[in-house]
């Protein structure tokens, strides 16, 4: 990238290697890189979020307010960047979305956002006979919650709690080995099994909430 300051080549981090102005983000770097990561699934989060809040500090707007105006907007997309990158290597589930998506595989029902880094070349959909056992189970959910069979809920919640936790070891195992297809199929059900649980817990807040007011 060539820098607007010195207008010699400025390197790939935040600041020019000749001058160390404030360079504009690279649209070519991933969000991994951003941070200084290996592009990979298995992600040293601490490292992550240290990486975070240095480059934070180092680029906030804050410090360029009296530079040039270049400088002043560069700092403020580099914060845009560095924050883009945070929110999705620190959330598994972010983190294998991005991974897919920069392996050309889109989850079928996601609308595609502007500035993604490859335009889905596969989307995945999830088998009908999976959608229809989701159907049936959050139907089956339903009829517990009205009966109050509050053993029927947690049992049901323990059962779901424990597919979402091996979609998510199936998850980092297909993304390591490249199975990308396997990887989104199984992030598409990890996502159902997820809205399942947070219908147990809005139930269980509701319920608490009526107790209090009885």
């Not at 809920?153 to 091996?166: L, Q």
């Not at 990887?183 to 598409?188: F, K, N, S, V």
């Amino acid at each position: 990238m060539i820098c607007w300051s010195c207008e010699k080549e400025g390197g790939r981090g935040p600041f020019c290697a000749a001058c160390q102005a404030i360079l504009p983000p690279d649209a070519g770097i991933d969000r991994f890189a951003v941070l200084g990561l290996p592009r990979k699934f298995e992600t040293d989060v601490a490292a992550a979020e240290a990486a975070y809040k240095d480059l934070s500090r180092r680029v906030h707007p804050d410090r360029f307010a009296k530079a040039d105006p270049r400088a002043r907007k560069a700092a403020l997309a580099r914060t845009v960047e560095i924050n883009d990158a945070w929110r999705t290597v620190k959330d598994p589930l972010r983190r294998a979305d991005y991974l897919l998506e920069l392996a050309g595989f889109g989850l079928g029902g996601d609308e595609r956002k502007s500035g993604s880094p490859t335009a889905a070349t596969k989307k995945v959909t999830a088998p009908p006979a999976f959608l229809v056992e989701i159907l049936e189970l959050r139907e089956e959910l339903g009829e517990a919650q009205q009966a109050n069979d509050a053993v029927k809920v947690a049992f049901m919640a323990g059962e779901m709690r424990a597919r979402a936790a091996e979609a998510m070891k199936t998850i980092a195992g297909a993304l390591e080995a490249g199975r990308f297809e396997e990887g989104a199929r199984t992030l598409i059900a990890l996502r159902y099994y997820q809205r399942f649980l947070d219908e147990v817990t809005a139930h269980e807040e509701r319920t608490d909430a009526g107790a209090d007011h009885g």
